[in-house]
């Protein structure tokens, strides 16, 4: 079955302990991306990357790293998390650049940083 | 950037009806518009699109029309079934360069049976 895959779903955690969302696709998608959804203001991208090594800023990367070693993987590091990071986070995937193709989404990471 | 918003953050509907969701872009650059259809506790979910040179365009009982003129996009869903009961959002983006979309709020669609 073609899916996105994130782990953990749900996670809590306090200021400043690093943490890394995982994010995994099995449709060999070049394209993949993270948003952060908060109530009031919809999905935000954060990072996306183009291809393996090909990464860059999203609208919102303050206080997040990403890297793409391979096609599949696209962790998602929070190396010192804060409060304002609490929110719904969605990894997403696609073929490639065109934007006619759909993105597929994983089905959320919560997080709450205490 | 620009930004995408949604007139109205919740629609009841009774089932059977038709469901119109709307949404309000303001940047005249954008040339590609999507749809998206969140249930509760799951991701996004890719339900629509349309490009800047169409006003209209159809799928399984979904319908998008888009007007440039005053920048409004709106989703149609025919005879609502409580499972499209969901938040739906439409995105924004535009062809050239990297591509960062933008995504409304969302409203929230509540279908009664």
């Known amino acids: 079955e073609a899916q996105v895959t994130q782990n953990p779903r749900y996670l809590i955690t306090v200021t400043g302990k690093k943490l890394t969302v995982t994010c995994s696709q099995n449709?060999?998608?070049?394209?993949m991306s993270w948003y952060r959804q908060d109530p009031g203001l919809g999905l935000r991208q954060i990072y996306y990357?183009?291809?393996?090594?090909?990464?860059d800023k999203g609208d919102v990367p303050e206080g997040y790293k990403v890297s793409r070693k391979e096609k599949r993987n696209f962790p998602l590091i929070l190396e010192s998390p804060s409060p304002n990071q609490t929110s719904l986070y969605f990894c997403?995937?696609?073929?490639?650049?065109?934007?006619?193709?759909?993105?597929?989404f994983g089905p959320g990471t919560r997080l709450l940083v205490l | 950037g620009e930004s995408v918003g949604l007139h109205l953050p919740t629609l009841s509907v009774q089932e059977g009806d038709n469901s119109i969701i709307n949404c309000a872009y303001s940047?005249?650059?954008?040339?590609?518009f999507i749809w998206y259809k969140q249930e509760s506790g799951k991701g996004p979910q890719f339900i629509i699109d349309?490009?800047?040179?169409?006003d209209k365009r159809q799928g399984q009982r979904v319908t998008v029309l888009l007007n440039k003129t005053v920048k409004h996009l709106s989703l149609q869903i025919a005879a609502t079934q409580p499972g499209d009961s969901a938040v739906y959002f439409c995105a924004e983006s535009r062809a050239g360069g990297s591509y960062i979309p933008t995504f409304g709020r969302g409203t929230s669609l509540i279908v009664h049976p």
């Open positions: 449709m060999n998608h070049e394209y």
């Open positions: 349309i490009r800047s040179n169409m």
């Open positions: 990357s183009m291809n393996v090594e090909v990464t």
């Open positions: 997403a995937s696609r073929t490639g650049q065109n934007l006619q193709e759909t993105q597929y």
């Open positions: 940047n005249s650059a954008s040339d590609y």
